[in-house]
């Protein structure tokens, strides 16, 4: 790749797909890994529905948990600005949408363009204030391992390279470009052997904790 217009159509094109194939065999087999732990039977008399306590359960703890919000409320706080700014900006941003488009076919109303940038302006600076508030804090910097620092990163360099590549900050600009795309390639390429993982995985674990409890009749 002579060319930063080369760099471009090869991120578009052979390494996306080969992204694109990890990332859907890692998340199948993950789920199945999930899947093929079952569980005992339970020969104890229903007392209650499934359905509905799973559900809820899966809004209930969603929402931040009073205990939790008064112990750490940065920590709780900042987590919540971070994932919901990650997800605007990766679902409700115009461009990201008429990709999805042409690829899928699927589209959706998105956001304003200046709003989006201001969200992810949001995003990046909370997210370099929890990397270092986990490196100053003891307890946290002891509890956190490399993987927890690569899940920073994957999630971090998206961020910052379409901000950049937004305000072409970086010439030529299709090697900006070529930059964000690596860089959401190599997330979905770590997506589905780390922690992020819990994207996923929350769903069920969160209505199945629900649906068990529901069954028993006590509240989850």
Known sequence: ???SVEFLAWVRGPAFDVALIIFLLGVLIRLFEVLMLGRKPDY???RGDTLIPG?????T????????????PFTVI?????HIGFLICLLLFIPHIE????TLGVSWPGLPNHIVDAISAVT???LIIMLVDRLIHPVKRFLSDTEDYLVWVATFLPMLTGYLAFHRMIDPY?????LHILSVEFLMIVFPFTKLMHAITFLIARWFNGAIAGRRGVQS
Do not use: D, F, Q
């Open 44 to 46: 104890s008399e229903a």
């Open 124 to 126: 990046i600076v909370t």
């Open 78 to 82: 900042g987590g919540y600005i971070w």
């Open 55 to 59: 559900l809820k359960t899966v809004l």
């Open 99 to 102: 990709m999805l488009n042409a």
């Open 61 to 72: 703890r969603t929402l931040p948990e009073s205990g939790s919000l008064k112990r750490s």
């Open 174 to 178: 299709p090697l900006v470009l070529g």
């Open 1 to 3: 790749m002579n060319t």
